[in-house]
């Protein structure tokens, strides 16, 4: 079975840091790009960050810029969000994605889904 599970969320206090995880059964995460989405309460999923197969990134969001960073772990089949000086505004379900042609924010470029994992940023 494919599968993507996400890990390592919480309940956070502002200023503080997370770093989520994103493992794989069934399939190898190095052969694929993988994206980090987030989606608020009440508004629309986002692409936040995004790596390559060849371990270079992309951020679709400036408002996390210098705060959040990903990295893989190839022989652990794990891609990681690491999260700092969190804000209430980072609170989301957060999902990663694999995607066998390159980073992307759309969506439809992602074959493989996690359920996501709840950060909640609140003092």
């Known amino acids: 079975q494919l599968q993507l599970v996400e890990s390592g969320g919480g309940l956070v206090q502002p200023g503080g840091s997370l770093r989520l995880s994103c493992s794989a059964s069934g399939f190898t995460l190095r052969n694929y790009a993988i994206g980090w989405f987030r989606q608020a309460p009440g508004k629309e999923r986002e692409g936040v960050i995004c790596?390559?197969?060849?371990?270079?990134?992309?951020n679709y969001k400036d408002s996390v810029k210098d705060r959040f960073s990903i990295s893989r772990d190839n022989a652990k089949n794990t891609v990681y969000l690491q999260m700092s000086s969190l804000k209430p505004e980072d609170t989301a379900i957060y999902s990663c994605a694999a995607g066998p042609r390159g980073c992307s924010s759309q969506f439809d470029r992602y074959n493989y889904w996690g359920r996501g994992t709840q950060v909640t940023v609140s003092s």
């Open positions: 790596i390559r197969t060849t371990g270079s990134t992309t």
